[in-house]
Nanobody, 125 residues
Framework: VQLQASGGGLVQAGDSLTLSCAAS????????VGWFRQAPGKEREFVAA???????HYSNFVKGRFTISKDNARNTVYLQMSSLQPEDTAVYYC????????????????????WGQGTQVTVSS
């Protein structure tokens, strides 16, 4: 299973950006898909997840600004980010699991089996 994340870049505060995560040798189906991020010197933290193809979960610091979605035809997961702030600067990783996850386990990186290589998002003030 390979996940390819893309779409990162350098933007200004208040801008929007959409990240993509394409899967090869794997079909997301209704398995959980998620996004995490890791800033320099910090631990990887949960950003958003999609369960059952329709149930969304967001961390408090992105709720209302970020939207996770999935295109089954393209086998691609997206993270639409708006109102970006400098504190959103990080490497963003997509992930998927091989089994269904209970809600409490979504937030732990250890729950996720496959990871993309990460895409850098830098927000300037």
């Amino acid at each position: 299973v390979q996940l390819q994340a893309s779409g990162g870049g350098l933007v200004q505060a208040g801008d929007s950006l959409t990240l993509s995560c394409a899967a090869s040798e794997h079909t997301f189906s209704d398995l959980p898909v998620g996004w995490f991020r890791q800033a320099p010197g910090k631990e990887r933290e949960f950003v958003a997840a999609l369960r059952w193809g329709r149930q969304t979960h967001y961390s408090n610091f992105v709720k209302g600004r970020f939207t996770i979605s999935k295109d089954n035809a393209r086998n691609t997961v997206y993270l639409q980010m708006s109102s970006l702030q400098p504190e959103d600067t990080a490497v963003y990783y997509c992930a998927t699991a091989v089994s269904y996850l209970i809600q409490s386990s979504l937030f732990s990186p250890e729950s996720w089996r496959y990871w993309g290589q990460g895409t850098q998002v830098t927000v300037s003030s």
